[in-house]
């Protein structure tokens, strides 16, 4: 359970409720298979390096990123330093 100790916006603390919600789903499922804790890590991954590039101000959406992480394709009017 989340503390309101903090003053937190309500739509945040909803959020967390809903995260915590998941976290025990997740927790009484474990052990996980290990195909399963591919496809999480493999998503977190993804996640991580599209985030870090838009950060940097790559113009690729999140699908065109996977688009180019998974399968090698280059995104038409695209500039090639958001594809490399």
Do not use: C, W
């Amino acid at each position: 359970m989340i503390s309101k100790a903090f003053n937190i916006d309500e739509d945040i603390y909803i959020q967390l409720e809903q995260l915590d919600k998941e976290k025990a789903i997740l927790d009484d499922a474990k052990p996980l298979e290990q195909e399963i804790l591919r496809r999480i890590k493999d998503y977190f991954h993804l996640q991580h390096i599209y985030h870090s590039n838009a950060i940097e101000g790559n113009s690729l959406s999140f699908s065109e990123t996977e688009l180019v992480i998974r399968e090698g394709l280059t995104i038409g009017g695209k500039p090639q330093k958001d594809h490399l």
